[in-house]
């Protein structure tokens, strides 16, 4: 069967390309078409039709500026898919993208899989009745989403989360400390997300902690979208160390981290480190934000234990004073860190084992059967 798979930014690349291999395994004849980045490109053992570097709009105000780009976008990928006549359209998160391919693709009579669900649990809610309507089948990888959905009257598969089958399948390099030349003074890692609005607003406030904790070394996690020049623009004459394609271990050898919310927030917790996750925006995309969204929280650990698991800082809050005053508890006070790891371990036992992307790929070739 052809499969074409869409994914607009950087953590649906990575789910997407663990998915195709899946995939491969399950359907031996399975053809891709993508519209992706470099990890699906390799699984794909192709290039995207569009890249998620040209896709990626983060915030209101964002999105507003760059509507020609993304309808020029949406063109492309619609006249692919009548020329390409997939079997099956599966997209992967980006809801504000994805969905309008959904609606498309079912006019067309296209069976559409969602893995992924877009996260109508936390603003405008009623897009559920648009999902039912353009959606044949949806894969959630977070355990409180299934009882969402049944309250809309919504059958959807519950697969687990692929971060646990990326993180368990990585070989992690023993000698990561030696061929990125770093130190041997304990590891703050850096992780100033994957778009440019993100690294633009943060990157320069995350700079700033090293004047703070002298007897550290800190690390950027690089986004692969992006070089070391354009993270230098951020950081100026600090000499802080950027790292491509390895952020598990960076992680793995960090004694504390700094996170942008989003999937890394929940690598992170995954992996046990220690963190404080951090947010900055446009001011009126935050505005805007707060007055549509219904959830407590912002960060992924903290929304599926549905506590206060690990400090956010947002906004005006997300200064380096701040973010100081949290790293230096989680450095130093043995017993707030201890707290941090025993909200891990509540963390752990809610996601439960590795297999989302094989019982995704499992079920998408079952249904379409």
């Keep these: ?33 993508i519209v992706g980045g470099t990890q699906m490109e390799e699984s794909a053992d192709q290039k995207a039709l569009i890249h998620t570097s040209e896709m990626a709009f983060m915030g209101f105000v964002e999105v507003l500026k760059n509507l020609g780009t993304i309808s020029k976008n949406l063109k492309k990928v619609k006249e692919d898919i009548i020329k390409e006549k997939p079997d099956c359209v599966i997209l992967i998160d980006f809801p504000g993208f994805n ?15 969602y893995y992924i669900s877009p996260k109508v649990w936390a603003w405008n809610q009623k897009r559920v009745i648009k999902i039912k309507r ?24 519950y697969v687990g989360n692929p971060l646990l089958d990326a993180i368990s399948s990585y070989k992690f390099n023993p000698n990561f400390i030696t061929e990125q030349q770093l130190s041997e ?12 609005m993100e690294i633009e607003k943060l990157l320069p406030v995350m700079a700033n902690l090293t004047y703070l904790f002298p007897m550290h070394q800190f690390v950027i996690a690089g986004a692969p979208n992006f070089d070391k020049s354009y993270y230098q623009q951020y950081i100026g004459d600090q000499n802080i160390p950027i790292v491509f394609n390895a952020t598990y271990d960076l992680l793995k050898h960090a004694e504390a981290a700094v996170v942008t919310s989003g999937t890394a927030t929940l690598e992170t917790g995954i992996l046990k480190v220690p963190q404080v996750v951090v947010y900055k925006a446009n001011a009126l995309s935050i505005w805007i934000a707060k007055q549509v969204i219904k ?10 234990n549905d506590f206060l698991s690990v400090r956010e800082l947002i906004q005006d809050d997300c200064t380096t004073y701040d973010i100081a005053q949290e790293l230096d508890q989680l450095i130093n006070k043995a017993d707030y860190r201890a707290s941090v790891m025993e909200n891990y371990e509540t963390l752990a036992q809610k996601l439960g084992e590795p297999g989302a992307s094989n019982k995704t790929a499992k079920l998408i070739v079952e249904y379409l059967k």
């Design 1 to 33: 069967m052809k499969y074409y798979l869409i994914a607009g930014e950087s953590s649906g690349d990575l789910h997407g390309a663990n998915l195709i291999n899946a995939l491969k395994v399950e359907d031996p004849d399975a053809t891709f078409k």
């Design 134 to 157: 353009v959606v044949d089948h949806m894969f959630c990888i977070l355990p409180f989403e299934v009882d969402f959905y049944k309250k809309w009257k919504m059958p959807v598969d």
């Design 99 to 113: 969905l309008k391919i959904a609606d498309f693709a079912k006019k067309k009579g296209i069976k559409t899989c």
């Design 295 to 304: 959830v407590k929280f912002i960060s992924l650990v903290n929304l599926i």
């Design 185 to 196: 003074r304990p590891i703050i890692a850096l992780l100033p997300g994957s778009r440019k």
